[in-house]
């Protein structure tokens, strides 16, 4: 009982200890524009990050490394684009049918994937993956190369007008900080630790009855309806949705972000999409660069840095403490 | 009628890399337990190596197509003992996330050098022309390709399946420490295999150089589907690879012609099929 009631304190603590950096997190982001950050970078950061965190949920919690992601963040961004702009609704349901979107697609490709594990598993999800991007290459809702430009950000719930800078800037905020907290939440709810149970040692927490595929399935569609959030998002923002989104270097980004900020752990995501982020926006003019300076930071984080900057600080504050 | 069998030679031709490139990946897996990322970067670099031989030193096809494959193949070694060698001991997935880098860095590199458009690479003398079949015209360059890699194919299949050599690494393939205590130095073998998938990439792309242009991102996008060809086929034996990879490549090509909408898609198609039916794929075992 003792040993229970430990182990609830804990995950209460730890619960806990991640309230204070999101709250810094969330201020720092309010006041940011205000600081002289141009908005429309954070804006874009903030989508990867949301997109990142998703994927994290998958591959630093479930396990799964999925090399496809692309597929749910482009699917959003289609199908929001295309609500926004040939429908006429408002932004939040074009949000919500692109999430949706997202998820049922999740669904499908969930349920055939976690068939396969490890290695197999992400070449599986690149495949498909592909397969979607040619599919929306043809497809003639998406415009082809061209994509749906001019998407219109509209009036949110029909009263806020997101083409004024501010309103878009702090419903991405809100949106961001809410599918967060949820993320922390899902972590550390029982399914999270059941999660955690699968990855670390699947044939044993199956024979303690947990339904080892149920759970993994369940971490997928989470994992693409969140990402799928965020590809909505990025539509509503920049008013575009194009073939970028679902291509297999999308794909590897987010799988870089979340290698680079620290896979497994909360906020490591969020700090790698904006480490890449800048990167982008730095290197923009430098044409190939990018390409092969994001190759060799995969590279070094690899050989070197598997714990990413927020792992490798982790490790160092509590190796520090004891 | 004719353009079918022009779509049916395609196929074959495209099915002919396939095999060429999932037979190496397949090699490499057996051993090494990782998924080579770059080997779509390695076969454009065996075609880049012909171009670069033809025209800046002169030297001609029939010799690129034994130095290409030498030099990427070094090159494949050096990844492999200063880098690769240190992922051993960690999860598997770590091989694909370092090589997929190092594909980004390779193509990056030679994108900035010769930008997007393809370079031309004209088909040797002896190769050029074609004969008329009556029901069709075949370019005596693209029969060459598919015997060639048969070949190549058929020979790989001898050495791993039926000499000693080959018994060492299917026994090392099952239990490398077992192979290792009989006195087989197995980290040789595991490079030297690495070197072997590496140049049988480098082989495929300077057979490729004639018929698709020379360009940095040739084998981007071809690797995704050689991945699904290899998830199709299984990696369980090497003679199921060479089948997946031809058949594909015909199935692919009469999609062309009955289908041209889905051409681009139908392999995948068939993966997920495959993926419902048999999920350890046509050939391969379930480990």
Known sequence: ?322 | MQALFGQLLIGLINGAFYAMLSLGLAVIFGLLNIINFTHGAQYMMGAFCAWFLLNKAGVGYWWALLLAPLAVGIVGIVIERTMLSRLYKLDHLYGLLLTFGLALVIQGLFRNEFGSSGLPYQIPSQLTGGVNLGFMFLPIYRAWVIVASLVICLATWFVIERTNLGSYLRAATENPALVQAFGVNVPRMITLTFGFGVALAAVAGVMAAPIYQVNPLMGADLIIVVFAVVVIGGMGSILGAILTGFGLGVVEGLTKYFYPEASSTVIFVIMVVVLLVRPAGLFGKER
């Open chain 1, 1 to 322: 009982m003792a040993a229970i009631a430990q182990s609830a304190a804990r995950k209460a603590a730890s619960r806990n200890a991640m309230l204070v950096p999101t709250v810094v997190m969330a201020v720092a982001l309010a006041v940011a524009p205000f600081a002289g950050i141009y908005p429309v970078f954070i804006m874009k950061a903030l989508c990867f990050a949301l997109f990142a965190c998703a994927f994290n949920l998958l591959l630093g919690f479930g396990g799964l490394l999925s090399f496809g992601h692309a597929m749910f963040l482009g699917t959003a961004g289609y199908v929001t684009a295309h609500a926004a702009k040939e429908w006429g609704v408002t932004p939040e349901v074009a949000i919500v049918a692109g999430t949706a979107a997202s998820g049922i697609l999740g669904a499908v490709v969930g349920a055939l994937t976690i068939r396969r594990q490890g290695i197999y598993f992400a070449m599986i999800t690149l495949a498909i993956a592909q397969m979607m991007y040619f599919f929306y290459l043809q497809a003639p809702f998406t415009h082809g190369e061209d994509g749906i430009q001019g998407v219109p950000r509209g009036h949110l719930f029909g009263l806020i007008d997101l083409a004024q800078p501010l309103a878009m800037y702090y419903t991405v905020l809100v949106v961001f900080i809410a599918a967060f907290a949820l993320i922390v939440r899902i972590i550390h709810s029982p399914f999270g630790q059941v999660l955690k149970a699968i990855r670390e040692n699947e044939p044993r927490t199956v024979s303690l009855g947990y339904d080892a595929d149920r759970y993994k399935l369940l971490a997928f569609v989470l994992s693409a309806t969140l990402a799928g959030l965020a590809g909505a998002l990025k539509a509503i923002v920049f008013q575009l949705a194009s073939l970028t989104d679902v291509y297999w270097t999308m794909s590897g980004e987010v799988v870089l972000m979340t290698l680079l900020g620290g896979m497994g752990t909360i906020f490591g995501p969020v700090v790698g999409a904006f480490v890449i982020a800048a990167l982008e926006n730095y290197l923009a003019g430098f044409g190939e660069w990018v390409t092969i300076i994001t190759g060799v930071i995969f590279v070094v984080c690899v050989l070197a840095f598997r714990r990413g900057i927020v792992g490798e600080l982790a490790a160092w504050w509590s190796a520090r403490r004891s």
